[in-house]
């Protein structure tokens, strides 16, 4: 029988990656629900070459466009925010979270409801709502897998081990493209320069977040969130060539690693077929590049967002939502070149030093409006100090 997938977020970087792969095998894969927030076009030739039973075009302004440009296909289209349980009555096998920012936690949650396993790569909904994602998964029996690439990692390579065996897990960065630019080049930094990866091709905000480090933020705050390890044995190391994806020293004497070529279908194809994907004719390392590799400390001066870290540890629980939130609008306003590349970690080192804000990050999340009135508190509150 045909595996039944969901995408969500399926116009972006990993949600195209999720349908490279799917289209490789598609005698053992039907496609439930396609989503998008405003790429129409790419939505509508998706949906048309994928036969995809459901579709939701997150902006309704293009509602009505792309329903009659299917009117002769049987893809079902919605709009907005809806239930997926009312739509897809029978649970779907694998669902790929991959909407970018905390836009993403909607969908991630109701997908929970009526999969079996979930895949995620959207960082920012565990980030910021990880109890309540795990606590739902727990109440829907569904399967959870981390699709980002360190925490793929991590996830396969301690599964068997707990705390007490770990002596220190490294999580590696890249360094993004200005890992060797001088600090005081850093000022003029433009948008199209600063979405120039080096080594990885990704949406605009993931690719912002790695040329300032903040995604190394989060993704450790990700890690604290999805593994039970003592938050304090984690760090970040430069690893400019990005072949491992993290490292773990085991108190048994052992160093394990993870290395794969900067290609994201390898984890996301790991998590579609069980760990057991076939890349052995497609995209193999180049084991001579492996005379190459080298590591080093991250330069805090250069990269400030590594300082965030520990000021975020040292306060309320709620920091890391108003951060995330922050963030979101600060490399908004960057990509639209209202802010300097240098203002948007600037600007977060200031809001997380500011008393109210560590005030706020005290108070308690029950649920989550909750957390998107924080979220939202936050916005408003990085416009005051980002934009004079
Ligand atoms: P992209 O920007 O390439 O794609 C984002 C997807 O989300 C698109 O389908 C976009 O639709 C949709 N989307 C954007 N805003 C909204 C919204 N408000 N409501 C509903 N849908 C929306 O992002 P990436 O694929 O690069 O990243 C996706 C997630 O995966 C991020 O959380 C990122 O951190 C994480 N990730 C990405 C990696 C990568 O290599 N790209 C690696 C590891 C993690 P539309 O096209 O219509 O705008």
Redesign the pocket.
């Known amino acids: 029988m045909k595996k039944r997938i969901i995408i969500l977020?399926?116009?972006?970087?990993?949600?195209s990656s999720t349908l490279n792969i799917l289209e490789r095998d598609l005698s053992n894969f039907s496609i439930t629900l396609l989503?998008?927030?405003?790429?129409y076009k790419?939505?509508i030739k998706q949906a048309k070459k994928f036969n995809a039973e459901n579709i939701i075009i997150?902006d309704k302004k293009y509602f009505k466009y792309i329903k009659n440009e299917l009117r002769n296909y049987k893809t079902k289209v919605y709009c907005g925010n809806i239930s997926l349980k009312k739509i897809i009555k029978k649970k779907v096998d694998y669902t790929i979270s991959?909407?970018?920012?905390i836009?993403?936690l909607y969908?991630t949650i109701e997908a929970l409801k009526i999969t079996k396993i979930l895949a995620i790569?959207?960082?920012?909904s565990i980030v910021c709502a990880w109890n309540i994602i795990y606590n739902l998964s727990l109440k829907y029996k569904t399967k959870i897998l981390p699709?980002?690439?360190e925490h793929f990692s991590i996830f396969n390579l301690t599964k068997d081990f707990s705390d007490n065996d770990i002596e220190e897990i490294l999580i590696t960065a890249s360094g993004g493209p200005f890992l060797d630019t001088p600090l005081n080049k850093l000022k003029s930094i433009t948008p199209t320069q600063a979405t120039k990866h080096p080594n990885?091709?990704?949406?605009?905000?993931?690719s912002i977040?790695s040329a300032n480090l903040m995604?190394k933020f989060f993704e450790l705050i990700e890690a604290t969130k999805l593994f039970n390890i003592n938050p304090k044995k984690y760090k970040i190391i430069i690893h400019p060539q990005s072949y491992v994806h993290s490292i773990i020293r085991f108190k048994n004497g052992l160093i394990k690693m993870i290395l794969y070529n900067t290609d994201?279908e390898i984890p996301i194809s790991n998590t579609i077929y069980g760990f057991k994907s076939d890349f052995s004719n497609i995209k193999n390392i180049n084991v001579e590049k492996l005379n190459q590799l080298t590591f080093k400390k991250v330069n805090i001066k250069k990269f400030p967002s590594i300082k965030l870290l520990n000021k975020c540890f040292k306060i309320g629980k709620l920091a890391p939502i108003m951060i995330n939130a922050a963030n979101e609008e600060l490399v908004s306003l960057f990509l639209k070149n209202k802010i300097k590349f240098l203002d948007i970690v600037n600007s977060l080192l200031k809001l997380v030093d500011d008393k109210e804000f560590k005030k706020v990050s005290y108070k308690k999340v029950k649920n989550v409006d909750d957390i998107y009135l924080y979220d939202n508190w936050a916005r408003l509150k990085i416009h005051n100090i980002s934009v004079k």
């Open positions: 977020g399926s116009t972006g970087s990993i949600g989503t998008a927030n405003k790429n790419k939505l997150k991959a909407i970018v920012g836009a993403g969908y790569a959207n960082k920012e699709v980002d690439s990885w091709k990704m949406g605009k905000k993931i977040d995604n994201m």
